[in-house]
């Protein structure tokens, strides 16, 4: 039995009865087959409305609350909730001596005081919630300790003020576990609920490749919750009006102030067109692989032809492809070879090179 189920039943019932006392009121007076016609007549009718419409003022509103406030955040709930009660705390204080003004502005301004306290509180509160939540962090953060600024020092301090939303590319890709177990990602990876559900709809998919990409997500998701070094957080938080998944994360990331983290090239450009901040592990990887220079010395195992028929490829240590000139004759030797040009591509860097003899 639904909750809208018991509410109509009841709302029925109740202007039913209104309708026939009304009935019975505006009747009253004439002969009993009017009282009888009007009270039946206008209690159906009231019946009836309250049967179709006590669904609009009782669980409608109740499900568009709980809407939008599945769409705040939990730090813009929380820097509400206290700027409504710091307000409300300045306006009872002020409403004593406001009321011994002259009626009737000692009956008024206490009740405006009120409603404008309340909702500069929560305005105030909200706009300058990252500046509050640093000044806390700092000031009973681990240790208690801070620079001379009063900004937290310790990784803990800068951790718990730093939020970074999760792609279900960077999830499936893999990667993102074993940056964040080096301590390079401190803080909360932010998961919200329609990524965790397309991660679950890939690893149920009837293609073999995509339900194995889908459960390696999967257990990346679960290693990650293992990493001490940050916190792995699911929120239910959700945007109302958008399919894509793409696309709530851009407008979450908006409303949360917080970056994406993801090797999507399509999100990492659509994104930065709104000014949301990525983290893209593949500029990542390509940032940190070896630099070389034209000139130097490296030795290389060469494993395979390359494209041209006199082209050998090896690779670095990092996953850097190196092309050989005149390579293909030394296929499953390690030589010494000479860089002569590097080339960096979208795809990443490229490195060609030949034997030094």
Request: hydrophobic fraction near 50%.
């Amino acid at each position: 039995m639904s909750i809208d189920f018991v509410f109509r039943m009841v709302g029925m019932v109740i202007f039913m009865l209104l309708g026939g006392y009304w009935g019975f009121w505006f009747a009253k007076g004439n002969a009993v087959e009017q009282l009888v016609t009007y009270t039946l007549g206008i209690g159906t009718v009231g019946a009836l409305f309250g049967l179709i419409a006590t669904p609009y003022f009782t669980t409608a509103p109740m499900r568009m609350l709980r809407r939008l406030l599945v769409r705040v955040s939990a730090e813009n709930l929380l820097a509400g909730l206290t700027g409504l009660v710091a307000g409300l705390i300045v306006a009872a204080l002020l409403s004593f001596p406001l009321a011994q003004l002259p009626e009737p502005i000692g009956n008024i301004l206490p009740f405006v005081a009120v409603l404008l306290f309340g909702y500069f509180g929560v305005a105030l509160f909200v706009m300058r919630q990252t500046d509050l939540l640093n000044v806390l962090s700092g000031t009973f953060g681990q240790g208690g300790g801070g620079s001379a600024n009063g900004s937290p020092t310790g990784a803990a301090g800068w951790a718990s003020a730093r939020t970074i939303l999760l792609d279900t590319s960077v999830v499936i890709d893999g990667r993102v576990s074993d940056v964040a177990k080096t301590g390079f990602l401190p803080g909360t990876m932010l998961i919200p609920r329609f990524v965790l559900n397309e991660l679950q709809y890939i690893a149920d998919s009837a293609d073999a490749l995509r339900r194995q990409r889908g459960r390696r997500g999967m257990e990346v998701l679960a290693d990650l919750q293992k990493v001490s070094a940050v916190t792995v957080r699911i929120s239910d938080i959700d945007v109302e009006g958008v399919r894509e998944v793409d696309d709530k994360l851009v407008i979450l990331a908006r409303q949360l102030k917080c970056p994406i983290l993801t090797n999507d090239y399509n999100l990492n450009r659509v994104a930065e067109l709104q000014g949301v901040t990525i983290l893209n592990i593949n500029e990542l990887a390509n940032a940190v692989k070896s630099v070389v220079l034209p000139g130097e010395v490296m030795e290389i195992a060469v494993i395979q032809e390359g494209k041209e028929s006199s082209q050998g490829v090896g690779y670095m240590d990092d996953g850097t492809m190196v092309v050989v000139e005149n390579g293909n004759r030394l296929i499953g030797q390690t030589r010494a070879v000479m860089v002569t040009k590097v080339l960096q591509t979208a795809a990443g860097r490229m490195i060609f090179a030949r034997p030094e003899d």
